[in-house]
C-alpha cells in the first residue's frame, strides 16, 4: 500500500491550496485518512481525518471553518481543500491510512503514510 500526497506549494496569506492523497496497492481495502502537518521545529500534529465511508470527518481547531476534507471512494482519493491560509498554516502536510472504518487524531494510530508535500504561505 503507498499513500501518495501531492498539491503542496507557496502562496501568500488568504490564498487557496487543494491538497491531494491518492492511495495504491491494495485496493480492495478501505482506509480511513488523516492528514497531519509538521511545521518548522513544531511536532506532528492532527489536521483533519475523515472515515473509511466518507461519512464522518473531524478538523483540528486551528482550522475549523477554513479547511474541508472530502474523499472520491472511485479515485481512492481524500483532498483537502485549504482556504484563508495562514502563515501558520506553513508545515510539511502528511496524509496518512488507517486499515479502520474510523479516523484518528493520533499519529500512532496510522498504518501507512504519504511522504509529505510542503505548503509554505507568506505574509
Known amino acids: 500500500v503507498q499513500l501518495q500526497a501531492s498539491g503542496g506549494g507557496a502562496v501568500q496569506a488568504g490564498d487557496s491550496l487543494r491538497l491531494s492523497c491518492t492511495t495504491s496497492?491494495?485496493?480492495?481495502?478501505?482506509?480511513?485518512i488523516g492528514w497531519f502537518r509538521q511545521g518548522p521545529g513544531k511536532d506532528r500534529e492532527f489536521v483533519s481525518g475523515i472515515t473509511r465511508t466518507g461519512g464522518g470527518f473531524e478538523y483540528a481547531d486551528s482550522v475549523k471553518g477554513r479547511f474541508t476534507i472530502s474523499r472520491d471512494a472511485a479515485k481512492n482519493t481524500v483532498c483537502l481543500q485549504m482556504n484563508s491560509l495562514k502563515a501558520e498554516d506553513t508545515a510539511v502536510y502528511y496524509c496518512?491510512?488507517?486499515?479502520?472504518?474510523?479516523?484518528?487524531?493520533?499519529?500512532?494510530?496510522?498504518?501507512?503514510w504519504g511522504q509529505g508535500t510542503l505548503v509554505t504561505v507568506s505574509s
Open positions: 496497492g491494495r485496493s480492495d481495502i478501505g482506509f480511513a
Open positions: 496518512a491510512g488507517r486499515n479502520n472504518l474510523y479516523y484518528s487524531t493520533s499519529a500512532y494510530a496510522y498504518d501507512y
